[in-house]
């Protein structure tokens, strides 16, 4: 299936030049919308925009109709032709058709008429989009023009949630009496003619199709980038991202040693190390800071003389111990035998969290040199942010 070649000078205002481009549509029972965006595509002058790769979203239903309209027919071969003869190019690549089916649990669904089958093809959606995302020498041109109204949903989310600066989202626009016909697919070569319901024909000559823009807010940017490559599900990206994004709190409960985040599995850590994290997120609340030199609130220094170390505070090392019941935790550590606390604490958090998560909550230290005497402390949350149950 051929396409013209083009030059390749990268700029994420120019998503035409990039080495790899996507095109991405979701499609019901009506396959046309993808011929008509592949023809709009070639001859919209703001971005010669030429894909080299088609990703078809459907159902079962629409995967069959796609494959007899499109595939089997020849109707595509027939429009890449068109589309090459007309831009006169040699060596043409070749446009690399994946068909993605929605599936429930390992079952394709034949259509979106439940609320699992809607989750399902949020899921679907995400899990096409996300590689591409993750290349950074490959732009996504999806397309919101087929399928139900939630496909078109999704794509769009899925593009705010994920797309960079070299990605766009467009619908395909076809005029009277064109549009929806199961008989046309694009504009060919020569022109033909084409019945009207009420008696008479049509030139396809007078058909005019064209890309409308769609305007998305590019969220992406405020993500950290592991949130965005993470193999999980739409509604659980969408959840992450709304914490990444925006302040939440955090619960401590000293009677199960649990750090709760509201909509995330609680993270309990053994007595010790609770006490450890308890004793930071209360220097942190209570925004204590002993001597100037320490660079924020609740933070402590932890020297290589344990003599000079500041904020490392007995009587309240005693009190929270004693509200865990656990052996009260000496305090006058070195850098070495403090990183041995706090390490499996901020292991244990960006397992239960994920990475993108739990770096609000570890407790910062000056390197990863076990032996480098520097300042800890809970930097990443606010002391409003904290309660203590």
């Known amino acids: ?39 709009a595509l070639a001859h919209d002058d703001a971005d010669h925009f030429v894909p080299g ?57 034949e259509d979106i008429d439940s609320v699992g089958d809607d989750t399902a093809l949020g899921d679907t959606v995400l899990g096409v989009m996300r590689p591409l995302a993750a290349d950074p020498g490959c732009a996504i041109h999806a397309s919101l023009a087929g399928g139900r109204k939630s496909m078109g949903f999704y794509i769009g989310y899925v593009l705010s949630l994920i797309g960079r600066a070299q990605d766009r989202l467009s619908h395909v626009l076809v005029n009277a009496p064109f549009e929806g016909r199961g008989d046309f697919f694009y504009p060919p070569a020569p022109a033909q003619a084409l019945p009207l319901p009420g008696g008479g024909q049509v030139s396809t000559a007078q058909a005019r199709l064209a890309l409308a823009p769609v305007a998305f807010v590019r969220m992406s940017d405020g993500l950290p980038e592991q949130l965005r490559r993470e193999d999980i599900g739409f509604e659980d990206l969408v959840r992450r991202a709304q914490l990444a994004m925006a302040p939440f709190r955090v619960e401590l409960a000293p009677a199960s040693r649990e750090i709760r985040i509201a909509g995330m599995a609680p993270t309990v850590l053994e007595p010790a190390l609770f006490a450890w994290y308890l004793y ?25 003389y344990p003599s000079r170390n500041i904020g490392l505070d007995a009587a309240l090392m005693h009190q929270v111990c004693q509200r865990i019941g656990v052996e009260t935790q000496p305090t006058q550590l070195t850098p070495e035998e403090l990183r041995t606390r706090v390490s499996p604490i901020n292991k244990a958090l960006q397992r239960g969290l994920g990475a993108e998560l739990a770096r609000h909550l570890v407790i910062a230290g000056p390197a990863d040199r076990a032996t480098r005497d520097g300042q800890y402390g809970l930097l990443g949350l606010q002391p409003a942010q904290i309660l203590v149950l």
């Open 280 to 304: 930071f997120a209360l220097r942190r609340q209570r925004a204590l800071k002993e001597n100037d030199a320490l660079i924020a609130p609740g933070m402590l220094r932890v020297h290589r």
């Open 53 to 109: 790769e088609l990703h078809v979203i459907t159902t079962a239903a629409g995967a069959r109709r796609v494959r007899a309209e499109l595939l089997d027919s020849g109707v595509l071969d027939r429009l890449l032709q068109q589309l090459g003869a007309a831009a006169a190019a040699g060596g043409a690549p070749q446009l690399a058709v994946q068909v993605h089916v929605v599936r429930r649990q390992g079952v394709e669904v």
């Open 1 to 39: 299936m051929p396409l013209p070649t083009m030059p390749l000078s990268t700029q994420p205002g120019r998503p035409g030049s990039y080495p790899r481009r996507a095109l991405v549509c979701v499609v019901g029972l009506s396959p046309q919308v993808v011929t008509e965006t592949l023809y």
